[in-house]
Antibody, heavy 125, light 107 residues
């Protein structure tokens, strides 16, 4: 079964740090780009970060640049999100999601086709 | 960054109704537009990718259309399990963005 399982979410104080993990199974992890997406309480989905299959290309949501680092270990079939200087507004459920590719008349495109169930980060004093 | 605007933000409908949700991009994104369904406590689920391609396993009552800046998601005959929040998402640029969501509620 194709599966993503996040872990590492917890209660952390403002200014603290945390690393989230996402373990993949049921597919060849090293062949796929990956993303982190979050949902704050009562809010919509927000894309956080992207990493290419090799880890050589990385993108971040502008407002989070400088505070987060995405990484992966293909040998361990795992994706990570390191978060520093956490703020109350970082409180959210964090999902990892696999990017799948397609090709049509417009060229190559991507969509997030496999998602984990999420891990909850609460930033509070 | 590309902004995505959905309308309406919420929608009340009955089982069997046909509904349409619209999504507008702040610049042309060709057909790099995906639609997701999200239920509380669950993982989001992709319904449509490339603006109009139905993801495997998704019922045919769901359909998508559009290109450039204007897109629509249509559910032809609402079923009880369709009441959820729906999001559009662009995959054109180097950063993805979601619309703010449309909450579909039972009338």
């Amino acid at each position: 079964e194709v599966q993503l399982v996040e872990s590492g979410g917890t209660l952390v104080q403002p200014g603290g740090s945390l690393t989230l993990s996402c373990e993949a199974s049921g597919f060849t992890f090293s062949n796929y780009e990956m993303n982190w997406v979050r949902q704050a309480p009562g809010k919509g989905l927000e894309w956080v970060s992207y990493i290419s299959s090799s880890g050589s290309t990385i993108y971040y949501e502008d407002s989070l640049k400088g505070r987060i680092t995405i990484s992966r270990d293909n040998a361990k079939k795992s994706l990570y999100l390191e978060m520093n200087n956490l703020r109350v507004e970082d409180t959210a459920v964090y999902y990892c999601a696999r990017d799948n590719s397609y090709f049509d008349n417009s060229g190559a495109g991507y969509y997030m086709d496999v998602w984990g169930k999420g891990t909850t980060v609460i930033v509070s004093s | 960054d590309i902004q995505m605007t959905q309308s309406p933000s919420s929608l009340s409908a009955s089982v069997g109704d046909r509904i349409t949700i619209t999504c507008r991009a702040s610049q042309s994104i060709s057909t790099y537009l995906n639609w997701f369904q999200h239920k509380p406590g669950k993982a989001p689920k992709v319904l449509i990718y490339a603006a109009s391609t139905l993801q495997t396993g998704v019922p045919s009552r769901f359909s998508g259309s559009g290109s450039g800046t204007d897109f629509t998601l249509t559910i032809s005959s609402l079923q009880p399990e369709d009441f959820a929040t729906y999001y559009c998402q662009q995959s054109y640029g180097t950063s993805y963005t979601f619309g703010q969501g449309t909450k579909l509620e039972i009338k």
